[in-house]
Protein backbone atom coordinates (compact mmCIF):
# COMPACT_ATOMS: atom_id res chain seq x y z
CA UNK A 1 0.00 0.00 0.00
CA UNK A 2 1.35 3.30 -1.40
CA UNK A 3 1.80 6.34 1.49
CA UNK A 4 2.91 9.63 1.60
CA UNK A 5 3.97 11.88 4.51
CA UNK A 6 4.75 15.29 3.64
CA UNK A 7 7.10 17.25 6.47
CA UNK A 8 8.75 20.67 6.74
CA UNK A 9 6.20 22.92 7.12
CA UNK A 10 6.59 25.67 9.99
CA UNK A 11 6.05 29.52 10.60
CA UNK A 12 7.69 32.06 8.75
CA UNK A 13 8.12 35.50 7.49
CA UNK A 14 7.08 37.51 4.13
CA UNK A 15 9.78 36.80 2.28
CA UNK A 16 11.40 33.53 3.50
CA UNK A 17 11.41 30.36 2.26
CA UNK A 18 10.66 26.94 3.44
CA UNK A 19 11.09 23.40 1.24
CA UNK A 20 8.20 20.92 2.32
CA UNK A 21 9.23 17.49 1.56
CA UNK A 22 7.05 14.19 0.66
CA UNK A 23 8.42 10.66 1.32
CA UNK A 24 7.18 7.81 -0.86
CA UNK A 25 6.55 4.54 1.35
CA UNK A 26 5.58 1.58 0.48
CA UNK A 27 6.39 1.38 -3.52
CA UNK A 28 8.99 2.78 -6.01
CA UNK A 29 7.62 6.30 -7.72
CA UNK A 30 8.07 5.63 -11.36
CA UNK A 31 6.03 6.74 -14.37
CA UNK A 32 3.68 8.43 -11.62
CA UNK A 33 2.34 12.20 -12.06
CA UNK A 34 2.89 13.81 -8.57
CA UNK A 35 1.35 16.99 -7.09
CA UNK A 36 1.30 19.14 -4.53
CA UNK A 37 -1.64 20.78 -3.31
CA UNK A 38 -2.74 23.23 -0.66
CA UNK A 39 -5.68 24.56 1.15
CA UNK A 40 -6.17 27.52 3.13
CA UNK A 41 -8.74 28.18 6.06
CA UNK A 42 -12.30 28.53 4.41
CA UNK A 43 -11.10 27.71 1.08
CA UNK A 44 -11.14 24.86 -1.12
CA UNK A 45 -7.74 23.18 -2.03
CA UNK A 46 -5.68 24.41 -5.07
CA UNK A 47 -3.28 22.50 -6.93
CA UNK A 48 0.26 23.84 -6.78
CA UNK A 49 2.14 22.00 -9.23
CA UNK A 50 2.83 18.95 -10.45
CA UNK A 51 5.53 16.92 -11.47
CA UNK A 52 5.48 13.97 -14.03
CA UNK A 53 8.16 11.33 -12.35
CA UNK A 54 8.50 9.53 -16.02
CA UNK A 55 11.01 12.87 -17.46
CA UNK A 56 11.06 14.98 -15.01
CA UNK A 57 8.43 17.39 -16.30
CA UNK A 58 6.86 20.29 -14.39
CA UNK A 59 4.02 22.71 -14.63
CA UNK A 60 3.00 25.31 -11.58
CA UNK A 61 -0.35 27.19 -10.74
CA UNK A 62 0.21 30.83 -11.92
CA UNK A 63 -0.11 31.91 -8.38
CA UNK A 64 3.41 30.33 -7.63
CA UNK A 65 5.45 30.24 -10.64
CA UNK A 66 8.82 31.85 -10.87
CA UNK A 67 8.53 31.23 -6.61
CA UNK A 68 8.31 27.70 -6.28
CA UNK A 69 10.04 24.22 -7.59
CA UNK A 70 9.09 21.12 -7.50
CA UNK A 71 11.86 18.25 -7.69
CA UNK A 72 11.97 14.81 -7.38
CA UNK A 73 15.00 12.54 -5.47
CA UNK A 74 14.00 8.63 -6.78
CA UNK A 75 16.75 7.75 -5.40
CA UNK A 76 15.02 8.24 -1.74
CA UNK A 77 11.58 8.57 -3.26
CA UNK A 78 11.22 11.80 -1.80
CA UNK A 79 9.05 14.65 -3.68
CA UNK A 80 10.32 17.95 -2.66
CA UNK A 81 8.92 21.44 -2.90
CA UNK A 82 10.84 24.33 -2.48
CA UNK A 83 8.79 27.76 -1.67
CA UNK A 84 10.74 31.25 -2.02
CA UNK A 85 9.83 34.65 -1.20
CA UNK A 86 7.05 33.20 0.49
CA UNK A 87 3.79 35.75 0.61
CA UNK A 88 0.87 36.00 3.28
CA UNK A 89 -1.49 33.94 0.62
CA UNK A 90 0.51 31.22 0.91
CA UNK A 91 -0.53 30.36 4.36
CA UNK A 92 -2.25 26.81 3.99
CA UNK A 93 -1.81 23.27 4.79
CA UNK A 94 0.17 21.89 1.79
CA UNK A 95 -0.63 18.41 0.89
CA UNK A 96 1.13 16.07 -1.58
CA UNK A 97 -0.45 13.17 -3.79
CA UNK A 98 -0.18 10.74 -6.52
CA UNK A 99 -1.84 9.75 -9.97
CA UNK A 100 -0.69 6.37 -11.10
CA UNK A 101 -0.24 7.41 -14.89
CA UNK A 102 1.73 10.48 -16.61
CA UNK A 103 0.20 14.14 -15.11
CA UNK A 104 -2.45 15.71 -17.75
CA UNK A 105 -4.28 19.06 -18.53
CA UNK A 106 -6.39 18.31 -15.42
CA UNK A 107 -3.31 18.18 -13.14
CA UNK A 108 -5.11 20.64 -10.58
CA UNK A 109 -7.59 18.73 -9.94
CA UNK A 110 -8.13 17.06 -6.51
CA UNK A 111 -10.08 14.06 -8.13
CA UNK A 112 -7.55 13.36 -10.75
CA UNK A 113 -5.83 11.94 -7.46
CA UNK A 114 -6.19 8.46 -5.68
CA UNK A 115 -3.56 8.91 -2.77
CA UNK A 116 -3.04 11.63 -0.49
CA UNK A 117 -0.68 12.40 2.50
CA UNK A 118 -1.97 13.90 5.80
CA UNK A 119 -0.27 17.84 4.91
CA UNK A 120 1.93 20.07 6.65
CA UNK A 121 0.73 23.04 7.75
CA UNK A 122 2.64 26.35 6.48
CA UNK A 123 2.18 29.64 7.95
CA UNK A 124 3.75 32.97 6.48
CA UNK A 125 3.50 36.87 8.62
CA UNK A 126 3.48 39.74 7.22
Known amino acids: QVQLVESGGGSVQAGGSLRLSCTVYGYSYNWWCMAWFRQASRKEREGVGS????????VYADSVKGRFTISQDNAKNILYLQMNNLIAEDTGTYYCARDPSRCTGRWYLPEEYSTWGRGTTVTVSS
Open 51 to 58: IYIGDGST
